[in-house]
């Protein structure tokens, strides 16, 4: 946070923003542009599908008018695989003062500019590590990339391009990250790209599955498949450029899966010696659970253990504002929140993540207000 302000602060000298131009409609790019717009930057839209640049402009992301000059600010949302290209028509063409990219690989496209244009010293690598599963300009939102980690690779860029690439991170509300490439592509792969061919895989399995079986989904099923849903083409591009990382790590993962395999199947085998099976398995689960309380908490600090009260609620109108104004009102925070819906009823279990301390208060609170709560604690 601090490293943003500074940076918001140096540009009066170093390099502003008041007009730009997104080169993409898409989910990316759409949102870039909402989000400048909102601080009142002068936004040009270009995109390949003059559809998508209607409807992002009806949206009220910016104009489909080409600039009548150079601008400060050009945004790259495009995929991987046509970035460099793009980049590097930009500038030639000295269409912007600054140029960006939004791609999810970073060293092969700052290796491919440079060979087209030699050192770019008007161009910075980026990255917001934000997204949805839906695509395109329908699925934007001006606050996608709030409280967001974005990654700057600044390769050969200025100072003053730099300082732009900060700024619209700080713009769009997102909290600067600088890194090289080639280790922003190699963290990438392990914190997205290999879980979203992991969570495609799950949910191929579910393609052909029983419709008893799939009716018996779970809030979790949908947690683990969630970003299955996202564009294919999308990923193909994204997972061919990053193939090195990406394959490294999924060669790691199917030890892990073989391991468990191995164990299940001496047991199939051998169902009255399952000692050392289990133990194989535990040992798994165990490293999962290692893994999963690193991952950053909230505000990006260190995870931390909340309460969880189940709460039941009616599938109407306003029944989860209501629910959230009463939480309110009894003095305690939501640190999170998730919905299970339940199969066949109209009703829904909403799990209220708060702090340990506030458990038995939120809970008397909302009981003495007639809501159905589930004690987690018998």
């Known amino acids: 946070m601090t490293q943003r302000n500074e940076h918001t602060r140096m540009t009066s ?15 990316i ?13 002068v936004v040009h839209l270009t995109d390949r599908d003059p559809v998508a640049v209607r409807r992002a402009a009806d949206l009220g992301a910016g104009t489909p008018d080409p600039p009548p000059s150079q601008v400060d600010l050009a945004v790259v949302a495009v995929s991987p695989s046509a970035t460099a ?9 000295n269409v912007a003062a600054t140029v960006v990219d ?77 890194m090289d490439a080639t280790a922003h592509d190699a963290a990438v792969a392990l914190v997205s790209h290999v879980p979203q061919v992991a969570a495609s895989i799950v949910a191929a399995r579910l393609a052909e599955g029983e419709d008893t079986a799939l009716g018996l989904t779970g ?12 564009d294919p083409d999308l990923w193909v591009d994204v997972l061919v450029a990053n193939a090195e990382p990406v394959a490294r790590i999924l060669a790691e993962l199917r030890q892990d899966v073989d391991a468990v395999v191995h164990a299940l199947q001496d047991i199939v085998e051998d169902p009255d010696d399952p000692e050392w099976a289990r133990t194989s398995l535990r040992e798994v689960l165990l490293r999962g659970n290692a893994g999963r309380a690193r991952l950053p ?14 709460v039941v609620v009616s599938d109407r ?62």
């Not at 000298?13 to 989910?27: N, P």
């Not at 970073?106 to 949805?132: D, Y």
């Not at 809030?219 to 996202?230: E, H, I, M, N």
């Not at 908490?297 to 189940?310: E, F, I, L, N, W």
């Open 219 to 230: 809030q979790g099923l949908r947690d683990v498949t969630r970003v299955a849903a996202s």
């Open 102 to 178: 939004t791609a999810g690989v970073k060293a092969g496209i700052l290796r491919e500019v440079a060979a087209v244009v030699g050192a770019a010293p008007h161009f910075v690598g980026t990255h917001p590590m934000a997204g949805r599963e839906r695509s395109g300009p329908g699925a934007a939102r001006a606050d996608l990339f709030e409280g967001r980690p974005w990654v700057l690779t600044p390769g050969a860029a200025d100072a003053r391009s730099l300082s732009r690439a900060h700024l619209l991170v700080s713009l769009c509300g997102g909290l600067a990250v600088e």
């Open 317 to 378: 109108p306003g029944e989860l504002a209501r629910l959230v104004n009463d939480v309110g009102a009894a003095g305690v925070n939501i640190e999170d929140l998730r919905i299970e819906h339940s199969p066949g009823q109209a009703v829904g279990l909403v799990e209220l993540a708060v702090t340990p301390e506030a458990e038995t208060q939120v809970t008397a609170a909302l009981t003495a207000l007639g809501w159905v709560v589930h004690a987690e604690k018998a």
């Open 85 to 93: 290209t793009v980049v590097a028509g930009l500038l030639a063409g």
């Open 29 to 41: 790019g759409t949102s870039v542009a909402l989000a400048l717009v909102r601080r009142g930057v």
């Open 297 to 310: 908490g909230k505000h990006g600090g260190r995870s931390t253990a909340y309460a969880v009260v189940p």
């Open 13 to 27: 000298a170093e390099g502003s923003i008041s007009s730009a131009l997104v080169v993409g409609s898409g989910l």
